[in-house]
């Protein structure tokens, strides 16, 4: 029963964090695909994001069945130093957001420059070259991140399959979206979701470092759900205290 | 050189380039943060046997490398 109950405890947050780093990552490249499309035409933004994505499977599929047949231990190490690492740039970045040191990512502004952009090189004939190349860019590097996160998550908790599944339900689920809202993705809470896929990451990082070094944690795969909790209220905490400490400053500055 | 040696150094170094910037990029700090967590807990748990040590170190270390980051990018912010 608890063994039930830990390891769906780990699949639901694996699901969690698959499903919210590619729909962030996909919030942003639709931003590139639907100032692509508007400006110049849809045809070639759809053709850029597709073969982006065919691109973007392939990588999954040639490096997923390869990191099936590292050893657990050593995979696990790895997956979690790269997650460590990559866990805490998102949530130094998200705190950065959040208590106002750092410019929040702002779609709008991504969506005009883009658009500026394609504006100031000539319409071509036959085949937007341009646009092609802009729509392409910008979904197989946001892409990047996404192949990165579910090929080092699914391959140590072993459910490739699922990560893989989740991460095109998410893709979908924010492509019709995105069709549906156009031009208001400024209003999706990117912060808030990177700021919860940054607590998520560092907690898997944190869990499967210790893994592959033998640490034995107390009540096995529920630990992931302590380091949430935990990764949470140090999150809330240094906002909070950053926030006050800024607040302070600028009030002795006036 | 001919264009089948320059296409694959090419890729090679692009693969590269991607892995220093998804791993250090503007964060160095961080990087070597997580080099020290692991060779710390390496020591601890693998090499000497302290599992409970580790198992409240591990999280330690990595909230202490967040805010030391947090921190210096607070003071650079200051500086500009």
Known sequence: MLVATSVSSSAIVLVGTVFLACAVEMVEALTIVVAVGHTRG??????????????????VGAFGPALVHVPLTTLR?????????????????????????????????????????????????????????????????????????VLTLGTSAHRLGLAIVVAAIAIVVVGVVGAIVAKQLSNVPENAMKMTVGILIVSFGT???????????????????????????????????????????????? | MSKYVTAP????????RFWWDFLVGDTPELFLAALVIIGVTALLSDVGHFNAAAVVLLPLMAVSALALSLALARRSSRKE
């Open chain 2, 9 to 16: 150094l090419r890729l090679l170094k692009g693969f590269g």
């Open chain 1, 207 to 254: 869990f499967w470092t210790g893994e592959g070094l033998k640490v034995h944690w107390p009540g096995s795969d529920a630990a992931l759900l302590v380091f949430v909790a935990l990764y949470g209220l140090v999150t809330w905490m240094l906002v909070t205290f950053i926030r006050r400490g800024e607040s302070a400053r600028s009030v002795l500055a006036s």
């Open chain 1, 77 to 149: 190490l790895i997956v979690g130093g790269v997650l460590l690492i990559f866990g805490m740039q998102w949530l130094r970045k998200a705190i950065l957001r959040s208590s106002g040191l750092k410019a929040k990512h702002d779609e709008d502004a991504i969506y005009e420059a883009t658009v500026a952009q394609l504006r100031a090189s000539g319409v071509e004939r036959g085949r937007d070259q341009k646009a092609f190349v802009l729509a392409f860019k910008g979904v197989f590097l946001e892409g990047l991140e996404v192949v990165v996160a």
């Open chain 1, 42 to 59: 849809w045809r070639s933004a759809v053709e850029g994001t597709v073969v982006a994505l065919a691109a973007l499977s392939a990588l």
